[in-house]
T-cell receptor, first 109, second 112 residues
């Protein structure tokens, strides 16, 4: 079983749409969770950390449910510049990060 | 804004040759990592390094791989005898007190 699983998409949405990505992780020892974005052939860039209480950064809202080992990302009012692959990440304390395969988003005019 | 740097940006080598990929982590960071991404696949963890020793390594990080922090600024990944399947993008990352890791731009390794 994959450590971190994501719907690969692609998600094709119009500008201004709201889009949600989901992710599950299998290792219950995972302690830290993140969303990264990756543009084609570039390095992953940190989008936001994810906390159990839920957290928001502008148009982006992330949520963690430890009981069901589920992580989500909501993007409101999508912009063309949001087009990228979104990577769900789980990390055990002191260890390296485990990445999902990514969900590809294309925002169209 | 401080950033992780990596050199070279692209390395082409012949199968069986040794390569060294170099990284300069963010200066006040204490934890260092190598990841790789084969074209079209997910980012995979290789190794984490703290206090001059490996703190965790994945099953990918076999005896062909080694890491070193030769001085106060560089962090290197050595592949002793490259194979065709080592062709990938290799990313270095670092973190300070938080768990948020920051990635370098990567080195594209092509083994022919």
């Amino acid at each position: 079983r994959k450590e971190v699983e994501q719907d690969p998409g692609p998600f094709n949405v119009p500008e201004g749409a709201t889009v949600a990505f989901n992710c599950t992780y299998s290792n219950s020892a995972s302690q830290s969770f993140f969303w990264y974005r990756q543009d084609c052939r570039k390095e992953p860039k940190l989008l936001m950390s994810v906390y159990s209480s839920g957290n928001e950064d502008g148009r982006f809202t992330a949520q963690l449910n430890r009981a069901s080992q589920y992580i989500s990302l909501l993007i409101r009012d999508s912009k063309l510049s949001d087009s990228a692959t979104y990577l769900c990440v789980a990390r055990i304390i002191g260890g390296g990060m485990r990445f999902g395969a990514g969900t590809r988003l294309t925002v169209k005019p | 804004e401080p950033e992780v740097t990596q050199t070279p940006s692209h390395q082409v080598t012949q199968m069986g040759q040794e390569v060294i990929l170099r990284c300069v982590p963010i200066s006040n960071h204490l934890y260092f990592y190598w990841y790789r991404q084969i074209l079209g696949q997910k980012v995979e963890f290789l190794v984490s390094f703290y206090n001059n020793e490996i703190s965790e390594k994945s099953e990918i990080f076999d005896d062909q791989f080694s890491v070193e922090r030769p001085d106060g600024s560089n962090f290197t990944l050595k592949i002793r005898s490259t194979k065709l399947e080592d062709s990938a993008m290799y990313f270095c990352a670092s973190t300070g007190g938080s768990y948020e890791q920051y990635f370098g731009p990567g080195t594209r390794l092509t083994v022919t």
